[in-house]
């Protein structure tokens, strides 16, 4: 890859900034400028509908009007769906667009920043971003958490708004049928699904219910919480958490974990989980709900809730509610799952780019009320109107067949810029029972800290990525085999932790620590 410094002439383009018009109080120039854009994320390999470059978002018509910046697509991988791939290859081309933005980008911004390929933002955003910095002030250790080992921020992160993300929820109708209460604790748990394999709640006379089940494989590790061991620091799968004590670890390599393990294992091989959990895909949420199959699961509050208007007339009764996480072994109640307040996502400035200052302006633009509603809700107008002072979705965006959100990534709306989520968005679908169970789990002081991450230097870089990958694999390998039934989690305890030894754990965990130390005092 090619490595420079930002020059002096570099710096001299800032003289060439337009003045900001009075009428226009959005601008950052007056004439018309081009800036090229790499965008890659999971919805889209390109900056344009659908990743096709030659239909212009609307979202990207509207900002181009109020600020006079024009972003052009020139992104790499656009045949590649994997974003470190096209990540790797845009960086080994050397010849980077302006601006980098996407999916999982702080990790290569964060190598390759202080080695000259991106910029360093923190100066520029005091000079020239108010409303980022605004921000930042307002929400202190979040841009030291996205800070490089150098200590200079590269990237403006997307921004997720609100607390809870994910929640426990249950059959309700099956609760009644049977006559049993909701679970309070993890004992209390093992019966009801039980009785759910057991009893015949769907009453079609066949023991085919399903009493546990999630979209995503990795939502069966949230089990393991009901015997105090951890499945993930963040809103990341397989996450590293800091202990009690403050050090970082990794829950797959912890005693606790050992003896939770073996707990879903039983469970599994007793028919409480689904058979098919780990094959089953995202469709099992609709399929299984639709079926009258599935008991309960771990799912977002906003999109599991509408079930219950969506299968009122298909399924008699149908009631599937949040509920609060049954106590644990030791007596805990605690939500594991909620909203990260930074990403990964999100945009960087290239070396090449010969307008930093009018970039980073651009950048602020989303953080003014107006870029932070486009960013947000669409176009004004379009998709929605202000009505009471609240950004309102218009009835047929609320109405339609597909859901707010997918909506929102063809207007250019919720896409991996770097922007300040607005929780409101997200609110207006979401049902009132969904709303009760936020309240609840609000009122029941449920969630943990999150780890934030880190940022390695080079040599912690190196080693973390030469033991990393292999270790992680085969902690899921093990893991996937032992809930399956190939092996015994306790008797096979002391190999894996063996063979984690060999294979690099303790370094990593050496680097972890080092890097955390560093980035947070």
């Known amino acids: 890859?090619?490595?420079?410094?930002?020059?002096?002439?570099?710096?001299?383009?800032?003289?060439?900034?337009?003045?900001?018009?009075?009428?226009?109080?959005?601008?950052?120039?007056?004439?018309?400028?081009?800036?090229?854009?790499?965008?890659?994320?999971?919805?889209?390999?390109?900056?344009?509908?659908?990743?096709?470059?030659?239909?212009?978002?609307?979202?990207?018509?509207?900002?181009?009007?109020?600020?006079?910046?024009?972003?052009?697509?020139?992104?790499?991988?656009?045949?590649?769906?994997?974003?470190?791939?096209?990540?790797?290859?845009?960086?080994?081309?050397?010849?980077?667009?302006?601006?980098?933005?996407?999916?999982?980008?702080?990790?290569?911004v964060n190598q390759y920043g202080p080695e000259g390929a991106f910029l360093p933002l923190n100066d520029l955003v005091k000079e020239h971003a108010p409303h980022i910095q605004a921000f930042w002030d307002s929400h202190p250790g979040l841009m030291e958490a996205i800070s490089a080992a150098d200590g200079n921020y590269y990237y403006i992160p997307y921004l997720p708004d609100g607390k809870f993300g994910r929640a426990w929820y249950i059959r309700q109708d099956w609760l009644d049928k049977l006559g049993l209460e909701q679970p309070q604790n993890v004992d209390e748990l093992y019966e009801v699904f039980k009785a759910f394999r057991d009893g015949d709640p769907n009453g079609n006379g066949l023991k085919d219910e399903i009493p546990y089940f999630a979209r995503q494989w990795e939502e069966v590790n949230r089990l393991l919480t009901l015997w105090d061991a951890?499945?993930?620091?963040?809103?990341?799968?397989?996450?590293?958490?800091?202990?009690?004590?403050?050090?970082?670890?990794?829950?797959?390599?912890?005693?606790?974990?050992?003896?939770?393990?073996?707990?879903?294992?039983?469970?599994?091989?007793?028919?409480?989980?689904?058979?098919?959990?780990?094959?089953?895909?995202?469709?099992?949420?609709?399929?299984?709900?639709?079926?009258?199959?599935?008991?309960?699961t771990h799912d977002w509050f906003a999109s599991t809730s509408g079930y219950n208007a969506a299968l009122a007339d298909k399924v008699e009764g149908f009631d599937f509610i949040p509920f609060l996480p049954p106590a644990s072994a030791k007596?805990?109640?605690?939500?594991?799952?909620?909203?990260?307040?930074?990403?990964?996502?999100?945009?960087?400035?290239?070396?090449?780019?010969?307008?930093?200052?009018?970039?980073?302006?651009?950048?602020?633009?989303?953080?003014?009320?107006?870029?932070?509603?486009?960013?947000?809700?669409g176009v004004e107008g379009k998709t929605w109107d202000m009505v009471d002072g609240q950004q309102t979705y218009k009835p047929e965006v609320l109405n339609s067949d597909s859901p707010v959100n997918s909506q929102m990534y063809l207007e250019g709306a919720q896409i991996y810029r770097g922007y300040w989520m607005d929780y409101r968005y997200e609110d207006q679908w979401t049902s009132d029972a969904a709303r009760e169970g936020i309240a609840l789990y609000e009122a029941n002081d449920l969630l943990v800290d999150q780890f934030l991450g880190v940022a390695f230097d080079k040599d912690e870089q190196a080693v973390y990525d030469k033991y990393w990958p292999s270790l992680r694999t085969y902690m899921l390998e093990r893991q996937q085999a032992w809930i399956l039934g190939s092996g015994d989690v306790q008797a096979d305890w002391d190999s894996y932790v063996s063979t984690l030894d060999k294979m690099g754990y303790e370094q990593v965990i050496e680097v972890m620590n080092s890097a955390y130390r560093r980035q947070y005092n």
């Open 1 to 108: 890859m090619r490595k420079t410094t930002l020059t002096l002439a570099m710096l001299a383009t800032s003289a060439l900034t337009a003045p900001v018009r009075a009428d226009d109080h959005l601008r950052v120039v007056d004439e018309p400028l081009e800036l090229t854009i790499h965008m890659h994320w999971p919805r889209a390999q390109g900056y344009g509908v659908g990743g096709d470059a030659s239909k212009i978002y609307p979202v990207e018509e509207a900002a181009r009007e109020m600020t006079g910046v024009y972003l052009i697509d020139k992104t790499s991988g656009k045949n590649i769906t994997d974003q470190a791939e096209a990540m790797n290859l845009l960086l080994a081309q050397g010849n980077l667009p302006d601006i980098v933005g996407g999916h999982l980008i702080q990790q290569p």
């Open 230 to 296: 951890r499945s993930s620091g963040s809103d990341t799968y397989h996450d590293f958490y800091v202990n009690d004590d403050g050090k970082v670890v990794h829950p797959y390599a912890q005693v606790a974990y050992r003896d939770a393990l073996a707990n879903v294992a039983k469970w599994y091989a007793e028919g409480l989980i689904d058979p098919e959990i780990f094959t089953r895909g995202s469709s099992s949420r609709d399929y299984l709900l639709s079926e009258n199959l599935g008991g309960s």
């Open 331 to 377: 007596g805990v109640r605690m939500e594991e799952h909620r909203r990260i307040p930074i990403k990964p996502d999100g945009w960087a400035i290239s070396y090449m780019n010969e307008h930093p200052v009018e970039t980073i302006k651009y950048f602020d633009f989303w953080f003014t009320e107006e870029g932070r509603n486009l960013s947000n809700f």
